[in-house]
């Protein structure tokens, strides 16, 4: 194969990795939600078969499509939003099918907990400005870190998933847990 040849060979790679990446940034845009579980068609009920104390756990640290058109981040988590989508400041519930977390930032990066109340498995609101999620099932409260708060029936604090930023997008994986204030400083 001449220079040429080679030349055309990666300028169209290059066509095909951005149209992949560009299919990946509407997905996740479609998952996204405002944090209102009544418009964003969460799930605020608890399951049928839960009881107190038995919560769900997000668990699962399935890959979704990759967005990098299978290269650098797989392995990673789920691809859950661009970087340039999370605003410093903001709490964002992502509630698409079995991945129900809230990602957040503030001055010292980026974060994500679990949306899943600890209680029975209600999904909890994305933050008030005041930095509390309160659960619509039975008023259990939790701040910006996900801790639990006093006089609430949940006994445990949110989950604190580990995020990954790759190619200016946010990955989380769900099947590991860091400590609560863990946050992923932005470059
Ligand atoms: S499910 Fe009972 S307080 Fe959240």
Redesign the pocket.
Known sequence: MDGDSLSQRASALSRRRFLVVLGGATATAAGCGNGNPMTDGGDAS?PED?T?GD?PEDTAAEDTPPGDGGGMCMGLGNDIMAVGDLAQGQFVLIDRGTIKLIMARDARGIYCLSAR??????I?PAHDAAGFSS??????RFDRDGRVQPG???VRDLPNFLVTLCNNRIYVNRGEEVPLGTRVPLP
């Open positions: 608890p839960a107190p919560a109340c600890t209680h029975t498995g209600c909890v659960c619509p099932c039975h008023f259990s609430s029936r949940a």
